[in-house]
């Protein structure tokens, strides 16, 4: 029993580490996730040395929901022989110091920083190092001029993360520290740079997300989404129509339309509805612009032979998992006949989301109620529409999301 409790506990985070990052989990699914995490965790408090054996046991897997539920007994427990033992079983991987970062978000404050606390240091390594930033953006809290010397870190990833921390934080005073990684040769530093400097209002940082989106890179539909977001509206209708015009940059386009929320945009939408590859995520973006969900009428069937995910065939090489498994596929005519009905309704010009114009009100409203994507975007244009407000976190437990939200969905 104790083992499928320590087996249950890692799926079930690896589950919510998919969740928060789905199109269709929303607050109140992360909800239902998390008690059942909670409960096999508690299973595994209760059972106490066992328990915590049969965790250090499972860290011969390397899976990250291992490395999770081990961590969050010795940060819990304040086990700082025991962290260090999860900590040796990594081996500085980066899926099981994926689910070490997990813990320490996971886990109180309080009970994380007392971990975490010594990892502050320019004298740690960067496995550590990475590890303490991780846990200041899961919990909001500020390093201080600690940051600033982590933006010059001699490791990159250290560097990168410092990038996401001081967006993340509202660290507006190191806005001008930025610029010099948006020509980083790093992607991820030169990405998460770029998307610091939007949240903190830093000039030209859209011109450097709208770079990051036309290379095509990991970053580039992330990168579309904030700089459609960032950018003067007009501006950002013209770079998404100039990018139409380039090959293989369908999904960015797509991504960048939903982000802005121009029905102009939505006549090159609709056309993608019948080209398979980008069908689901063509209809993500009419409802996001409209309201509209892909159901009912405006469900359709899978394209015929479409297959986008890795195969069982042994001599295939891709193992490239379909990006869009989980939206649902439209109909096509439906959709269009529907936008023919409803169009007059939506001025082109006019940003718009879940059907409504865009605004405040709006943005909170999905942050309430919407699927994780959606909200991630709002949480990202919310803040950088008053830099140096720090970034609501709609991966953290739902507990605290709620209480920051002043209200429960």
């Not at 989990?25 to 909800?31: E, K, Q, R, S, V």
């Not at 982590?150 to 005073?173: N, P, S, Y």
Request: aromatic share 6%; charged share 25%.
């Amino acid at each position: 029993m104790v083992a499928d409790h320590a087996e249950m506990a890692s799926f079930l985070w690896e589950l919510r580490e998919m969740a928060v990052r789905s199109h269709h989990y929303t607050l109140a699914d992360l909800a239902e996730l998390e008690e059942r995490v909670e409960a096999h965790l508690d299973g595994l408090r209760i059972a106490g040395e066992p328990g915590w054996e049969l965790t250090l046991a499972a860290l011969s897997t390397k899976d990250p929901g291992a490395f999770f539920a081990a961590a969050v007994a010795a940060v819990e427990a304040r086990d700082y022989p025991g962290f260090a033992a999860v900590l040796d079983a990594t081996e500085e991987a980066d899926e099981p110091a994926a689910g070490v970062a997990g813990a320490l978000a996971w886990a109180s404050p309080a009970d994380a920083f007392a971990i975490v606390a010594p990892m502050l240091s320019g004298a740690q390594p960067p496995a550590l190092r990475r590890l303490a930033l991780a846990a200041c953006v899961a919990h909001r809290r500020d390093p201080g001029q600690l940051l600033g010397y982590a933006i010059c870190d001699g490791d990159a990833a250290v560097r990168a993360l410092a990038f996401r921390a001081a967006g993340a934080l509202g660290r507006a005073d190191l806005a001008g520290e930025l610029r010099g990684a948006w020509g980083s040769d790093d992607e991820a530093e030169r990405f998460w740079s770029a998307w610091a400097g939007a949240l903190l209002g830093a000039r030209g940082a859209d011109e450097a997300l709208w770079s990051v989106a036309g290379r095509s890179g990991a970053f580039a539909e992330e990168a579309a989404d904030c700089a459609a977001r960032v950018s003067p509206p007009g501006e950002a209708r013209r770079r998404i129509e100039a990018l139409m015009r380039s090959p293989g940059l369908g999904r960015v386009c797509l991504v960048a339309a939903g982000a802005l929320g121009d029905p102009a945009l939505l006549p090159w939408v609709l056309d993608r509805l019948t080209v398979a590859p980008l069908a689901r995520l063509a209809g993500e973006a009419l409802s996001r612009i409209t309201g509209a969900p892909i159901e009912g009428a405006l469900r359709g069937a899978p394209a015929p032979g479409f297959d986008a995910g890795p195969s069982d065939d042994p001599r295939d090489a891709s193992v490239k998992m379909d990006p869009d498994t989980q939206l649902p596929w439209p109909h096509g005519a439906n959709a269009r006949a529907l936008w023919a009905a409803h169009r007059g309704r939506f001025a082109s010009g006019v940003r718009h989301v879940e059907g409504r114009p865009l605004d405040e009100g709006a943005l909170d409203r999905v942050l309430r109620v919407g699927g994780q994507r959606r909200r991630a975007g709002a949480a990202f244009e919310r803040a950088a529409r008053a830099p140096g407000r720090p970034l609501f976190d709609v991966a953290a437990r739902v507990e605290r999301q709620r209480a920051a939200l002043g209200a429960s969905p």
